[in-house]
């Protein structure tokens, strides 16, 4: 300790003593309540099992993210005294060169530690100023694509003429027909598809909006949907869910679906010497939406995609709109049709 340093923790204590305080007792206390202070891989782990887990559906990517690139750097420090600086270090090391990565890591850890400054587990939240455009320079680009009617041609024909497995074609099928999200189908069970009044049920836990609505979204099944949703059902046995892991019952993993739109373009590759733009299964719910836009009302097409309509109308207007979405599927089926149909 310097001459300085011993000077203000004079001051210090001195005020402790004037207010009442034994200067001992207090320094004893305070080397206390750094000892069994929580780490941060401490209160990580507390705010994911109890928070994280529970309102994340990306939560298993979450734990990654940290255990990779945080955890390994300060977990073992006590979360309070992990400084600005060393929080900056760590998110900035990978603002260039891991965007995607450095920005879930700040609005995670932001979010964790709100919940533990509630919790009195530390003080104050060091990262309530820091936003990842201004401070981190990540600028977020919004992805157009959508695939033309000749990439929408290409695609179906790889899609039945690959050798893709069978459950992974409907799959993709349903998604371009459905406009569906990819997770919404990715966990549907049988049970939520009632080929008898031709709806198909998503609970509020599969989708977007759920949380907040507490209301499931309704679709109509169409002829030509029912058929391929009757083979997927077939496909996945005595299981529950429509799309399961093959030999079980647990729904068709996070990650399955982001490699097939690697496999349809390796193939158009391989096959008919065509390079495709990258696209990924979020494009083909871009492209179903683009062409409803002709084919019929824009607030019609944003309940089909499950979306929020504007202001006060969500809040007064409750009608489910069936029979308008199921024009509009047929009509979008139709010119699907005509579009792979083409020589």
């Known amino acids: 300790m310097t001459l300085k340093e011993a000077r ?31 780490t941060l891989e401490s209160i990580f782990r507390q705010w994911y099992e109890s928070y994280c887990k529970k309102n994340k559906k990306m939560h298993h990517e979450i734990c990654r993210s940290f255990e990779l690139y945080v955890l390994p750097v300060v977990g073992d420090l006590p979360a309070e005294k992990i400084t600005l600086h060393q929080w900056l270090a760590i998110l900035e090391e990978h603002a260039e060169k891991r ?13 964790m530690l709100k919940w533990a400054v509630k919790r009195q587990l530390v003080p104050f939240n060091v990262l309530t100023e820091i936003n990842a455009k201004e401070d981190l320079q990540i600028k977020k680009v919004a992805r157009d694509r959508s695939l033309s009617d000749e990439e929408i041609r290409l695609v179906w024909l790889a899609i039945n003429e690959s050798r893709m497995a069978a459950k992974n074609k409907l799959y993709l099928k349903l998604c371009l027909v459905l406009a569906c999200r990819n997770g919404e189908l990715r966990l549907s069970k049988k049970e939520h598809f009632d080929l008898d009044s031709m709806v198909w049920t998503v609970p509020p836990e599969n989708h977007k909006l759920g949380k907040s609505s507490n209301k499931p979204l309704l679709r109509p099944i169409i002829p030509a ?13 005595e299981g529950e869910y429509l799309f399961n892991n093959s030999g079980t019952n647990e729904p068709m993993g996070q990650s399955a679906p982001l490699q097939l ?54 809040v007064y207007d409750h009608y489910d709109y069936l029979p308008e979405q199921e024009k509009a599927y047929q009509a979008w089926w139709e010119r699907l049709m005509e579009i792979v149909e083409v020589s």
Not at 10 to 26: A, D, S, Y
Request: glycine share 4%; hydrophobic share 35%.
């Open 8 to 38: 203000a923790e004079n001051e210090r204590l001195r005020k402790e003593l004037e207010q009442g305080h034994n200067p001992k007792i207090v320094r004893k206390l305070e080397k206390q309540a750094l000892i069994n202070a929580d």
């Open 99 to 111: 965007p995607a990565i450095a920005e879930r890591i700040l609005i995670n850890s932001k979010q």
């Open 225 to 237: 949907v029912k058929e391929l949703v009757e083979e997927a059902m077939e496909l996945s046995g």
């Open 261 to 314: 739109p690697y496999n349809i373009m390796q193939w158009l590759r391989r096959h008919k010497d065509y390079e495709m733009k990258h696209w990924s299964v979020h494009d083909l719910r871009k492209t179903a939406r683009t062409n409803l836009s002709s084919l019929t009302e824009p607030h019609i097409a944003e309940i089909m995609l499950g979306h929020r309509l504007p202001g006060s109308w969500q």
